[in-house]
């Protein structure tokens, strides 16, 4: 009997998961517009030490190695096909959508290391820093620099009336008092217009000037979902851009396409490890379906209650669980030193890299 065909529409932390797990149950193919699966929330780490991202970049290839890869741009989906920038058509039994969030990055391997390799000379050249945004990209990537590099004079900008609003104040106050103890100066409720840098300063929202010699944009990147709306699957779009899904992370209205990760419409925080825990469930209900196996018995998502760990350097973090919030070594220990690289790169089913491959 010919194999069951699953095309997986975005190689992020959902979609690489997805796709490797179900290589060997169906014919597989993986649609992403770039060759390599990044760990995202390692990325900020290699900005002040571009060799970890040697570790954080996969190629496809490495973990996918019984399925196809097709480094393009889905375009459109009919209700047995998906079209791609490059004119390929794709046919499929199943389908996944993880497409996370829109991120404007290269295609190869080389030319994101070498971003890295640019982001960190910028930091490197620079005495005074400005981060526009405070949610964990922006604390996470002040924690960082302030740790590297101490002499330098980090400003960060948030338009929220305090940090890292995604969750509770108690972190986010601890989150700050941290900062301010590395020299970070915090601007609360103020926003910053790139079109006014002039001579060296920047000028934001409520009239203050901030001298920087260059400045990191860390605000949140629209749902990569907007194709959608011109497909098959533009009745399953809600407002804000999420697609619609069921208990069993099927799509509103299909039996036969799955939503995985943060473009779902699921009412938690947007989070790596929650993304690979939406792989696992739709990927256990495809083995089901692709046997013959009965609806009735699929595997349901529940979603998780408040619960996240913010990097604050290499050592320390705060975390919110759900019965208390902690800063310090203790939260570092769980997600600061390694970034969960290695167990990351462990349930893709690579070793260690020697080579970053």
């Given at each position: ?13 959902a979609?690489?998961?997805?796709a490797?797990?179900?290589q060997?149950h ?36 490495s ?12 375009i459109?989906?009919?209700d ?31 030319e994101?290391?070498?971003?890295y390799q ?16 405070g ?11 302030s ?8 400003t ?6 305090r ?23 915090v ?28 400045h990191?944009?860390?605000t ?29 992370l ?6 036969n ?21 939406h ?40 975390a919110?669980?759900p ?35």
């Amino acid at each position: 009997m010919e194999a069951k065909k699953v095309v997986v529409v975005g190689g992020g932390i959902a979609g690489a998961l997805i796709a490797k797990s179900l290589q060997f149950h169906a014919n597989v193919t993986l649609i992403d517009s770039k060759e390599y699966f990044e760990i995202t929330w390692a990325s900020l780490r290699g900005m002040v030490e571009p060799s970890f991202a040697e570790r954080s970049l996969i190629p496809h290839r490495s973990y996918l190695t019984n399925g196809h890869v097709v480094s393009s741009t889905a375009i459109n989906i009919t209700d047995t096909e998906v079209l791609t920038a490059d004119g390929s058509v794709i046919a499929y039994d199943y389908l996944v959508i993880a497409t996370g969030h829109a991120d404007d990055v290269p295609q190869t391997r080389r030319e994101r290391l070498k971003q890295y390799q640019a982001d960190n000379e910028k930091i490197k050249g620079a005495d005074s820093i400005l981060i526009i945004g405070g949610g964990p990209t922006g604390v996470e990537l002040a924690g960082e620099i302030s740790i590297d590099y101490p002499e330098k004079n980090v400003t960060l900008v948030h338009s929220g009336y305090r940090l890292l609003e995604f969750i509770g104040p108690k972190a986010s106050n601890k989150a700050l008092e941290w900062l301010k103890s590395k020299r970070v100066k915090v601007k609360l409720e103020q926003t910053v217009n790139l079109d006014s840098f002039s001579e060296g300063a920047y000028v934001t929202s409520s009239g203050a000037v901030i001298k920087a010699d260059c400045h990191f944009l860390c605000t949140g990147k629209p749902l990569g979902s907007d194709w959608l709306k011109k497909t098959v699957l533009k009745g399953s779009v809600n407002e804000f851009g999420s697609l619609k899904v069921d208990v069993n992370l099927r799509v509103e209205g299909r039996k036969n396409v799955f939503a995985i990760g943060d473009v779902t419409d699921i009412k938690e925080i947007k989070q790596g490890y929650l993304a690979q825990q939406h792989a696992l469930v739709a990927a256990k209900n495809l083995k089901l379906l692709i046997t013959g196996g009965n609806e009735s018995k699929m595997a349901t998502y529940k979603p998780s209650g408040v619960m996240a760990i913010v990097s604050l350097g290499r050592r320390e973090a705060v975390a919110q669980f759900p019965f208390t919030t902690l800063i310090g070594i203790a939260p570092g220990f769980i997600k600061s030193r390694d970034l969960f690289v290695g167990k990351t790169r462990k349930q893709m089913g690579l070793e260690p890299p020697s080579c970053g491959c």
